[in-house]
């Protein structure tokens, strides 16, 4: 269970730096504020990359999301069994 409630947690925070990072992207990119200096935000790369690496994260906290649920889903299972 350990491992589900670390995993639930790293879901979480991998969705929260992913969905700041693609929103980063998005208002670098749409020129929302001229006064943003892309290498200042995003750190390296452009706009579009930025975007790109938040997807990513976005789909990888969404598979270890369903990964934990699946987990906690068996070992409630297991356990009423048990009982």
Do not use: H, N
């Not at 790109?52 to 906690?72: H, N, Q």
């Amino acid at each position: 269970m350990l491992f589900t409630r670390v995993g639930r947690i790293i879901a979480w925070l991998v969705l929260i730096f992913a969905l700041f990072r693609i929103g980063t992207g998005a208002v670098v990119l749409t020129g929302y504020l001229v006064e943003l200096e892309p290498g200042r935000f995003l750190g390296y790369g452009t706009p579009a990359e930025a975007i790109d690496e938040g997807l990513f994260g976005l789909a990888f906290a969404f598979i270890l999301g369903v990964l934990t649920e699946i987990s906690s889903s068996i070992y409630s299972a297991t356990k009423a069994e048990e009982q």
